[in-house]
């Protein structure tokens, strides 16, 4: 069975720019959520969609936003970037039924650098 | 809101001693709780789970935690450390159906030689 995958694994922009990161989960996961990994800030969630539904957001601003499509893959978009966007962006999937909960497994992550 | 705590950033220990990675939780529903695993420059990986089945969890290479809901604890053991457990640990709690996991800072266990 194939893990997830994230891609592209290394990413440089300028600040300003924008940029898309795209997460295919395993196969039959209809869960996607999107974590920031910072030195400073640690593990942070993003946001979760459920079959095509955001279904939970954390706490960043709305330069941050993502889809999910009817495959149950996933993107991730950041506009005008700003240098504190630099971190790695992991995804994780799950079954997650509603009512449960389930292990999520995680992909490679995208270093996103800022620059 | 639900908060996890770990104790100590970085712990090192020798190889062949015990390892113990303390976390404690805040939450105010029944938590499910994970322990996950990080290696350099790559993902997550899940170590162990507890979701209210048996207080002790066992996971894979050897590691086990005990959910101690008295002292609101979930703390990480291993026997006998191994080069190979160095890493970055991180302990986490989600709620029921929603899929964010809320994580701790993380601890940098070392394993000297």
């Known amino acids: 069975k194939a893990g997830v995958t994230q891609t592209p694994r290394y990413l440089i922009k300028t600040r300003g720019q924008q940029v898309t990161l795209s997460c295919s989960p395993i196969?039959?996961?209809?869960?996607v959520s999107w974590y920031q990994q910072t030195p400073g800030q640690g593990l942070q969630f993003l946001f979760e969609?459920?079959?095509?539904?955001?279904?939970n957001k954390g706490n960043f601003p709305g330069r941050f936003s993502g889809r999910q499509f009817s495959n149950s893959r996933s993107e991730m978009n950041v506009s005008t970037l700003e240098l504190g966007d630099s971190a790695l962006y992991l995804c994780?999937?799950?079954?997650?039924?509603?009512?449960?909960?389930?292990?999520?497994?995680f992909g490679q992550g995208t270093r996103l650098t800022v620059v | 809101a639900q908060s996890v705590t770990q104790l100590g950033s970085h712990v090192s220990v020798s190889e062949g001693a015990l390892v113990l990675l303390r976390c404690n939780y805040s939450?105010?529903?029944?938590?499910?709780l994970f322990w996950y695993v990080q290696y350099p420059n790559q993902g997550l990986q899940l170590l162990l789970k507890?979701?209210?089945?048996?207080?002790l969890v066992k996971g894979i290479n050897g590691f086990e935690a005990e959910f101690k809901k008295s002292e609101t604890s979930f703390h990480l053991t291993k026997p006998s450390a191994h080069m190979s457990d160095a890493a970055e640990y991180f302990c986490?709690?989600?709620?029921?159906?929603?899929?964010?996991?809320?994580f701790g800072k993380g601890t940098k266990l070392s394993v000297k030689p």
């Open positions: 969609y459920f079959s095509e539904t955001q279904r």
């Open positions: 939450s105010s529903v029944p938590p499910y």
């Open positions: 196969s039959g996961h209809r869960s």
């Open positions: 507890y979701t209210s089945a048996a207080t």
């Open positions: 994780a999937s799950s079954f997650n039924p509603l009512g449960g909960q389930t292990e999520a497994f």
């Open positions: 986490a709690v989600s709620r029921g159906s929603q899929g964010n996991l809320i």
